[in-house]
């Protein structure tokens, strides 16, 4: 398989951890875009980059505007001529229950800014870079779980489903193009995250997120989106 190039946020640890490693081992290249630089630098470490597969871009969603944006994609185009092949939009934050009428406002404008924004403006600016590749893939991770049982979700459950309309709206946008965009409605999977949310719950009874990585790995590099994975376009 020719390697190819692939952007992934929330990188450092969970669900994007677990990709990061699988696409690797395939042997592709990978930008891991992350708040999290010392997590980071301990996944570059592990992953033994002795090929230069691996650039780290250490980027905090919440306090980025729009020129650092626009200043990764002139980076990103400058290191990769040939564009980017896939980009996986999984960084999030999930904030603990709680029903709207209690939830923080200043938590509540840093998730949405966070979940829904930041993509926005990370779908403006690689866009042009998956344009490039004979065969862009653009993948936005989402939570069945917010259709399933949307109480106590609160600004984490809005932007998902913000997000969700975001990925269709792109994709019936750039129809002719070539790139294909994926969404990830996904079931419950065990992270550190969710474990401090349901500190009771047995991580070993959940789908683990090296399996749920397999999942989208699949739907990127084979186009088998599997029963969690819908293709837009």
């Not at 259709?147 to 019936?172: D, F, I, N, S």
């Not at 399996?211 to 739907?219: L, N, Q, T």
Request: hydrophobic share 40%.
């Amino acid at each position: 398989m020719q390697p190819k190039t692939y952007l992934i946020t929330g990188a450092a640890k969970g669900l994007g951890r677990e990709l990061s490693i699988q696409l690797y081992q395939a042997g592709h290249q990978l930008i891991l875009l992350d708040k999290e630089l010392k997590a980071l630098n301990a996944l570059y470490d592990e992953l033994e980059d002795n090929e230069e597969r691996i650039a780290l871009y250490p980027i905090d969603l919440l306090g980025a505007n729009i020129d650092d944006y626009k200043n990764m994609q002139a980076i990103l185009m400058e290191a990769y001529p040939h564009g980017l092949d896939g980009v996986v939009l999984n960084a999030a934050i999930l904030p603990a229950f709680t029903p709207i009428e209690h939830f923080d406002f200043g938590q509540w404008y840093e998730v949405l800014h966070t979940n829904l924004n930041a993509n926005f403006h990370l779908i403006q600016q690689t866009l042009p870079l998956l344009r490039i590749s004979e065969d862009g893939k653009l993948c936005a991770i989402s939570d069945r779980a917010i259709h399933e049982m949307p109480a106590y979700y609160g600004a984490y459950g809005v932007a998902k489903a913000g997000l969700e309309q975001l990925m269709r709206t792109v994709a019936t946008e750039n129809g002719a193009s070539n790139i294909a965009f994926y969404l990830a409605q996904l079931p419950a999977f065990a992270t550190e995250s969710r474990g401090r949310l349901y500190p009771g719950e047995n991580p070993y009874e959940l789908t683990s997120a090296a399996a749920v990585a397999e999942s989208i790995y699949k739907a990127l590099l084979e186009d088998d989106c599997g029963e969690w994975i819908e293709k837009l376009h």
